[in-house]
């Protein structure tokens, strides 16, 4: 998908960094033990130039390895945040700006281009060139693609949800999150067929998170598409959420998430 860089619904998660810090989960601790492997990149004279980094989600990560860190991120408010959660931090730069517009990308001075969950709102008739350009010679693109899947014995929640999404016309005609095993990773044509990487390797991590009501609301408040719904939309299914949750025993729900981690080297 080709648009305009940091429009539209990309813009939106500004308008709730301080949520968008609490309510977001991070990522799987062995997802940055296989990057570390994939790419061999070792301890702090390894650079890394972050796209899209949102409030450091993704960052802790990669500074827990010893890697220093330009940040990107073209939310001032994101970008505020980002600088308060990792506050203390040693080896990081948090820069309000977009990938494709940044002066510092197209050096060839980093070993790796890291997007964790925020290449997919990037113009990619530019990121891959921009990346490559980015990248000093053997150095690595690395896209963190995450879905919310259903495994076969997950929760029922998330089918018996659909019906209010419907009601209020907020649902995406897919009928709820798929099986795991039916989501490919969605970066792995498009690095290929830059032809400045050569064939990716691909990780991927399901794993689960259980949220009570309040929790799984503000979970949804940080969503580009809840975001820019209506407030009656959102007012309307937020209730029928609450109500369905409200009802169970446990007053919980479980969620599945699948992390797609593809390494490609850069070809020459």
């Not at 390895?65 to 980002?82: D, F, K, M, Q, Y």
């Not at 309307?236 to 409200?246: M, N, S």
Request: glycine fraction near 12%.
């Amino acid at each position: 998908m080709s648009q305009e860089p940091y429009t539209g619904l990309a813009t939106t998660f500004d308008t709730a960094a301080e949520l968008y810090a609490r309510a977001r989960p991070g990522y799987p601790p062995e997802l940055f033990d296989d990057l570390a492997a994939s790419t061999g990149l070792q301890g702090a004279t390894a650079r890394v130039l972050e796209v899209g980094a949102g409030t450091g989600q993704a960052t802790r990560g990669l500074l827990e390895r010893g890697w220093s860190v330009v940040a990107l991120e073209p939310g001032r408010e994101l970008a505020t945040t980002a600088r308060r959660v990792l506050d203390g931090s040693a080896g990081v730069e948090v820069v309000v700006a977009t990938f494709e517009r940044w002066e510092g990308a197209g050096r060839g001075t980093f070993d790796l281009v890291f997007a964790a969950t925020s290449w997919h709102w990037l113009d990619q008739h530019v990121a891959y060139r921009r990346a490559a350009e980015s990248l000093r010679p053997g150095g690595c693109l690395a896209i963190v693609a995450t879905q919310h899947v259903l495994p076969p014995d997950g929760d029922d929640f998330f089918r018996e949800v659909e019906r209010a999404y419907e009601e209020v016309g907020m649902s995406d005609g897919q009928g709820g999150p798929g099986p795991p095993g039916a989501i490919e990773a969605p970066d792995v044509e498009g690095m290929r067929g830059s032809g400045l990487f050569a064939p990716p390797i691909v990780h991927r991590y399901v794993w689960s998170r259980e949220y009570t009501t309040g929790e799984y609301l503000a979970l949804l408040s940080t969503y580009s598409g809840h975001i820019a719904a209506s407030p009656q939309q959102r007012d309307t299914l937020f209730a029928r959420i609450r109500e369905l949750i409200d009802a169970r025993p446990s007053a919980t729900i479980t969620k599945h998430y699948l992390n797609m981690l593809q390494v490609a080297q850069r070809l020459g």
